[in-house]
């Protein structure tokens, strides 16, 4: 495999030098465009961004139309109907009127160079391509659902795996339908999709897992474990949007799961009972304990020294904050410790007791890393709302923060005052103190990022304020989601250098900001720096900024990248 270093180094004494200046000094984004003009595979080295566009017109929604569809008269009102038609961006104005709103569209990976360079982008198979038939392969996404389409590298470093929805494009509400085999009668989207998890390699070719996981909401990350004899998945999403008590599909089916890799195409699957490989509880802190199941509300992703560590940055239950697997039963007796040195990761489900599942949810086996926060949701309102994270070594760790989400809107500075005040949204830098044993926030990078100004939005995007909220079209940037790094090369950046790129999250005055577009953004920090005061002096680049009828959800390298995490 090609490092990203060398990749660097051969281009940029090539052609890139000024590309590169382009992108990381602030002279312009790069332009999306071929450069390359390269062969059929992925180049090692490069970028993958996972990008959806919205594919509906007028006619996708219909005012008055009663959702969800399929809604038992018992669950939704008749008296009501859809307030907008099938019309981006207004078509997400009925976010207001259905809480489940959503509708599916094409994914998208883009192949871009370290420095912004459009290389290819690569369709994922749906029902709008040609030849695609319903017992096709075919993956979508949910416009818009933000927390998706985040992207990771197989252990081997071989294959990129995401997770998203079997269901055609323009269904409407399929992010919070139920699953066919985790059926919740109390569930208001009367429709069932499977999820799935997707894998392509080096050469663009796909493959699709199916799952029952996740039902009545999303699947938002997964790995593929495919070392030490190993080969399963290990995903992180959420699960349940019906009343409580949820049934035990739903239950089984929330956070942490591990699934095996089918090699049979979709339509010759069937998918069993989800199978969870880590929970949390809030009463290992010593909390009352929430609705089950809701603890476990997960969304970022990664393996590192052979641990598993997921975010929770969302919601009204459980902590925002960072979790491992213990599979010692040992590191975290009250819930919040350290990884034991030499721990395996798990290689099966959870053990679970179904008659105690609805009382008692399942067996506690995830702590929260030592040094971050344990305050519950439930007994005050979250500063933390942690995303994408990566490791840059043993005792360095980069966390996005995406931000509150608040739309406190100033019209006279034209800010969004509350996210232009916040002090840990963007990339935290964590720094591991042995003499403390505990993690410690170093300082949060958001020079460059403008939060809460809003900004324009090049394409098919309207201007002045939505009349359905009373707030500007346009978006600002609220924080951080996906993220992933690298080392500098030792050659246009020092090696003690990190290059870390970031999908943005956003706010608007849109009916649903996760439909805003938003942006890709590249910053370099020292590695070895511990103080915001030398810090001070580091921002954010633009590379990327999706148009109107685009979102950016995730990045990584390419198959084939040798994943450096360590100088």
Not at 4 to 11: D, G, I, P, V, Y
Not at 118 to 128: A, D, F, H, I
Not at 170 to 197: C, H, K, Q, W
Not at 539 to 561: D, H, M, N
């Amino acid at each position: 495999m090609v490092s990203f270093a060398s990749s660097l180094r051969r281009r940029v004494l090539v052609r890139a030098l000024s590309c590169v200046a382009i992108a990381l000094f602030g002279v312009a984004a790069a332009p999306a465009q071929d450069f390359f003009f390269p062969g059929p595979d992925f180049t090692p080295g490069n970028l993958v961004l996972s990008r959806s566009v919205y594919a509906g017109n007028a006619g996708t929604v219909q005012v008055g139309e009663i959702l969800p569809p399929g809604c038992a008269p018992s669950l939704c009102s008749p008296s009501t109907g859809a307030i907008a038609d099938g019309t981006y961006p207004g078509v997400f104005n009925n976010d207001s009127y259905d809480g489940s709103f959503g509708i599916t569209s094409p994914i998208f990976l883009d192949e871009m160079t370290p420095w912004g360079w459009t290389v290819r982008s690569l369709e994922v198979p749906n029902s709008l391509e040609r030849g695609i038939t319903p017992e096709s392969d075919q993956l979508v996404t949910s416009f818009s659902s933000k927390s998706e389409e985040a992207l990771n590298l197989s252990s081997d470093g071989k294959y990129l795996t995401f997770i998203d929805y079997v269901a055609p494009v323009n269904a409407i509400d399929v992010s919070n339908a139920n699953t066919p085999g985790a059926v919740d009668p109390t569930n208001p989207v009367g429709e069932s999709f499977y999820r799935a998890v997707a894998t392509v390699d080096e050469h663009g070719r796909f493959t699709f897992t199916e799952s029952n996981a996740y039902s009545g909401n999303n699947g938002r990350a997964a790995i593929l474990y495919n070392a030490d004899g190993a080969d399963v998945f290990f995903t992180a999403g959420n699960a349940g949007n019906g009343s409580n008590p949820q049934p035990d599909g739903i239950i089984l089916g929330a956070g942490a799961q591990i699934i095996t890799p089918s090699d049979v195409p979709e339509y010759l699957q069937n998918p069993g009972t989800p199978t969870p490989v880590a929970s949390f509880s809030v009463t290992e802190l010593g909390d009352k304990a929430d609705k089950v199941g809701k603890d476990d509300n997960f969304r970022g992703m990664t393996i590192y020294n052979n641990v598993l560590y997921f975010t929770k940055g969302s919601g009204g239950n459980g902590v925002n904050t960072v979790y491992f697997v213990d599979t010692t039963g040992t590191a975290c007796p009250k819930g919040v410790g350290l990884p034991v040195a030499d721990a395996k990761l798990p290689t099966a489900a959870l053990t679970y007791d179904l008659s105690t599942l609805q009382t008692d949810g399942l067996p506690s086996n995830m702590c929260v890393l030592a040094g971050f926060p344990t305050l519950s949701n439930k007994t005050g309102n979250p500063v933390n709302f942690p995303f994408g994270l990566w490791f840059a070594n043993p005792t360095t760790l980069y966390v996005a923060d995406e931000g509150d989400g608040v739309t406190t809107y100033d019209a006279t500075t034209n800010t969004y005052t509350d996210d232009a005040g916040q002090t840990l949204a963007g990339l935290e830098k964590w720094v591991f103190d042995s003499s403390t044993q505990t993690w410690n926030l170093a300082y949060t990078l958001e020079n460059g990022l403008n939060l809460g100004t809003p900004y324009t939005v090049r394409g098919d995007y309207p201007t002045g304020d939505n009349a359905a909220t009373g707030l500007p079209w346009a978006p600002a940037t609220d924080g951080l989601r996906n993220i992933v790094g690298t080392f500098g090369d030792g050659f246009f950046f020092p090696r003690d250098q990190v290059v870390i790129y970031a999908i943005s999250s956003t706010v608007s005055g849109g009916g649903d900001t996760g439909a805003d577009p938003n942006k890709l953004y590249v910053i370099v920090d020292d590695v070895n720096n511990t103080s915001a005061t030398a810090a001070a002096g580091e921002r954010f680049f633009e590379l990327r900024a999706a148009r109107g009828r685009e979102v950016l959800r995730g990045i990584s390298f390419t198959p084939g990248t040798k994943q450096e995490t360590s100088y």
